[in-house]
């Protein structure tokens, strides 16, 4: 529900009905939830702009809200724009989420190939606002009001307070998607987490994901506001366990390790999302000059999906939340390797099916090799 903050761009309407008695409380959310098909809700079309704003491009947002701007401009949010020229609509419904951000509008789609979409060209698209990936105008922007989470009745244009944006369930229009004729979620954070721990004791996305910091929320205001960084830290999700010698002795027969992966802090699987992206986990001994002693040892953290539609999800590898995962890491280390004081690594790669990677977290955990 919206409520419409008092103003001086208020609008003089009477006041809404009462809401209706509620229904009973419930202990924890649906264990199941139903996932939106792809991408029924999306895009976003605001053909209005709120009084007192001169467009939707956050550049405006940056003259008043510059410690809350700059903190989205280098967010994962800020940088969704795909690097896939012309991308189906099905698939910059998320990365895009404005009508006004999108070159092509979804006219007819039955199933398939994503390449088989129908549009039809988007005489409204805005090269501005298609800069800005998930702009600030995608969540904080419904019926010609700015939608915030405080009341601001000072405030130079018409705000209204909406609880949806602390609820976990205003994440899931772009993280939790049917395809269809799958048989599970294609993407299934929203449903990972709402069958997770985390759900049942309230813990919400926002809360690790949008944490509470002070800050100026306006040029003029300090207050407590929502961090919109978007913080997705592996080092804070997962913890790893080793259990080494301190000295490990080079030689021509193979050496075990135990290295337990917990996921500690994420209310969902790792990794989450998009089933063609993965997580390699490689263990290897490395000297502290840097040279590695023997090849990697590797596993894959992925939720496989077939490679044409309806993506069928088969196994699944990854972490799950609150879940435990013991490794026996087995590593060589050839006598011709050179010795001296080192560590066990273990690093996490993102993979996706380009077969582009990074590091995303590296731990390290000192041994020396003789």
């Known amino acids: 529900m919206l409520t419409l ?12 009905p009462p809401d209706p008695t ?21 895009p976003v079309d605001l053909d209005e702009i709120p009084p007192g704003l001169h467009s939707l491009s ?9 410690e809350v701007h700059d903190t989205w401009a280098a967010s994962a949010h800020a940088q969704a724009e795909l690097e896939v020229p012309d991308a189906s609509p099905l698939c910059t419904s998320c990365h895009l989420p404005l009508q006004q951000q999108q070159t092509a509008l979804l006219k007819e789609y039955g199933g398939g190939a994503l390449n088989t979409a129908v549009t039809i060209e988007n005489s409204g698209w805005d090269a501005t606002l298609a800069a800005e990936g998930v702009t600030c105008a995608a969540c904080h922007v419904r019926d010609d009001v700015v939608v915030g ?10 705000v209204a307070v909406g609880d949806e944006l602390a609820s ?15 048989s599970e979620p294609l993407y299934d954070t929203f449903g990972e987490w709402s069958r997770s721990d985390f759900a049942a004791a309230g813990v919400r996305c926002q809360d690790c994901h949008m944490p509470p910091r002070s800050g100026l929320v306006t040029a003029g205001r300090y207050a407590a506001h929502a961090d919109h960084g978007m913080s997705a830290e592996l080092s804070r999700a997962v913890s790893v366990f080793v259990e080494t010698p301190p000295v490990l002795q080079r030689s021509p027969d193979p050496i075990v390790l135990a290295v337990t992966l917990v ?16 997580l390699r986990v490689e263990v290897q001994v490395v000297l502290d000059s840097g040279e590695p002693v023997g090849e990697a040892w590797s596993t894959l953290l992925q939720r496989h999906a077939s490679a044409d539609p309806p993506y069928t999800i088969g196994e699944d590898t990854r972490l799950q939340a609150g879940a435990s995962m013991p490794l026996d890491v087995e590593l060589s280390l050839p006598q011709s390797a050179e010795a001296g004081p080192g560590a066990v690594e273990v690093r996490f790669v993102r993979v996706d099916s380009a077969r582009r990677e990074s590091v995303e977290h590296t731990r390290r955990f000192d041994i020396e090799v003789r």
């Open 168 to 182: 976990p369930a205003v994440c899931a229009s772009c993280h939790q998607a049917d395809f269809p004729g799958g």
């Open 58 to 66: 956050a550049q405006g947002c940056n003259a008043c809200h510059y």
């Open 149 to 158: 989470t405080q009341a601001a009745p000072g405030s130079p244009h018409p």
């Open 5 to 16: 903050c008092a103003g001086p761009f208020s609008r003089d309407e009477p006041p809404p």
């Open 263 to 278: 996921n500690t802090g994420a209310g969902h699987a790792v990794p989450t999302g998009s089933p063609f992206v993965g």
């Open 22 to 42: 509620p229904a009973e409380p419930v202990d924890q959310p649906p264990r199941t939830p139903k996932a939106p098909a792809l991408f029924e809700e999306l």
